[in-house]
């Protein structure tokens, strides 16, 4: 490593840690190490809002502060700022010991900016057509699907517990470029990443797949599961 890079890194470090490497207290550095922890945090609060109303602002910052200090990015990008922190945050035990649903939280959370800046192309224009349950299903390309142990849609006020059933949730751009969430079932994940693995099916098949994997059978479940995957179509998600 050449002197430079050894002072850059140095440097680096001396911003992120309150001016413990030997630069000490030169003149203008405390505002230099306030004006990018402000941008890191700038950035945390604006994606993960819920997350800071449910520590607390305190705490908050003091976590901010810790990822600030003492996470080794590998992006540069400041749009990649949040997808770090979530790195970081699922190995801070102590956090989660006393907040243990916070990970989950702040995924759901990243979601949405997620998919916002996702470098792909939605479904543009109306379906043509309606939805064929005969046909294949094309999934948006500008969506995500998530499950979670917590019911992290309802974080707001109180701390939930593991719920018995997981919470579902595909994220996406709809036709206006808008960032939608729609709650599901675990089920209905199931079905859309069984399209995704097997693009040759159609619909129903893989409405039928994932019925049997799960040991369910009858005309009424199938036309439930049809039935999301019509208001999909309508909704953006999917077309067939």
Known sequence: MSDLAKMQRAFAKDIRTDGDESFGEQPGLKIYRELFFNSVCGFLDGTFPVCKEAVGDERWKEYSRAFFRDHQSNSPLFLEISEEFLAWLVTQQSILGEFPYLAELAHYEWLELAVDVMDVEGFRGEP??????????????????????????????????????????????????????????????????????????????????????????????????????GDWHRQGVIRT
């Open 128 to 229: 043509d057509g309606l939805f064929d349950p005969d046909s294949p299903i094309l999934i948006n390309p500008a969506s995500i699907a998530a499950c979670y142990q917590y019911p992290v849609h309802q974080v707001s006020g109180f701390e939930p517990e593991v719920s018995e059933q997981m919470s579902g949730f595909v994220v996406y751009r709809d036709q206006a470029d808008k960032v939608r969430f729609i709650s599901c079932t675990p089920l209905s994940l199931m079905i859309l990443e069984t399209a995704r693995a097997e693009p040759a099916l159609t619909a129903q098949q893989a409405v039928e797949s994932v019925m049997s994997q799960a040991g369910l059978d009858g005309e009424g479940a199938l036309q439930g599961a049809l039935q999301v995957l």
